[in-house]
């Protein structure tokens, strides 16, 4: 858990979601501190991203609540919530096909937290994508960018807004070792700055050496937090990864 002393900028109270008789998320509680970076782990199917979605308002809570700076989002729509400060990447990248590389990424400093518009909104967008190692790319297509570098205008377009608190949801996956390395050390640079952010993440080098602290999700529950050193020499985390013949 955070110190006594740190600014909490997200928190969940008991958070719940059941779609029909499924129950995705299972009284989940935690507290996001701000300039944390906070790994957010579990098997397939555990409820991760499902928490993410509840987080940044794509779908509501069936009980507790979400508060960001202490203020209750739980039932405030997805808009509101990214203007408050809640931006996110996606599991499966979402573009928007029609257009440019360099408006994919301002149309995150029009609609998010940190709004932005005419020549401060362009200088600020082609800023990020050479941050993101995209400079001179802003009049593609982003139908003709490799999924690396999808994954970075999703990251340039999450940026834009300079969100109070940033989700990724297994940003680094499908990448290869080349291009593993370098989204790392693209999160690192993130992290440096003091970014508070939540990484959903099966990339265990990635958690290591990324995350203050995890959590463990398993069927929706919270089954371990800690440093990652921690939580991932738990024998119920272990278990929850690889089944009780490898505990």
């Not at 700076?69 to 096909?97: C, K, N, W």
């Not at 990448?175 to 390395?181: A, C, G, I, K, V």
């Not at 640079?189 to 990484?199: F, K, M, S």
Request: net charge neutral.
């Amino acid at each position: 858990m955070p110190s006594a002393t740190a600014t909490v900028a997200l928190r969940a109270e008991g958070v719940s979601k059941r779609f029909g008789g499924l129950v995705a998320v299972d009284g989940m509680s935690f507290a996001l501190a701000e300039n944390e970076v906070l790994g957010l782990i579990g098997p397939n199917g555990s409820g991760k991203t499902t928490m993410l979605n509840l987080i940044s308002g794509a779908t509501k809570p069936s009980g507790g609540a979400i508060r960001l700076y202490e203020h209750d989002i739980s039932a405030t729509p997805a808009s509101e919530i990214a203007r408050r400060g809640v931006a996110r990447t996606f599991q499966i990248v979402r573009m928007l096909p029609s257009l440019t590389v360099l408006e994919n990424v301002s149309a995150g400093g029009v609609f998010g937290h940190s709004r932005r518009w005419g020549r401060d909104l362009e200088d600020h967008a082609r800023d990020l994508l050479r941050r993101v190692g995209l400079q001179g790319a802003g009049d593609a297509s982003v139908s003709a960018l490799t999924y690396i570098d999808q994954k970075r205008v999703e990251l340039a377009r999450a940026l834009a807004s300079d969100p109070k608190v940033l989700l990724l949801d297994e940003w680094l996956a499908g990448l290869n070792p080349t291009e593993l390395r370098t989204g790392i050390a693209l999160i690192e640079q993130l992290r440096a700055e003091g970014r508070t952010i939540i990484i959903v993440e099966h990339v265990m080098d990635a958690i290591r050496s990324l995350c203050d602290r995890c959590i463990v999700m398993n069927s929706g529950a919270k089954i371990a937090e800690g440093t990652p050193r921690e939580v991932l020499a738990d024998p119920e985390v272990i278990r929850a990864y690889l089944g009780d013949a490898d505990a």
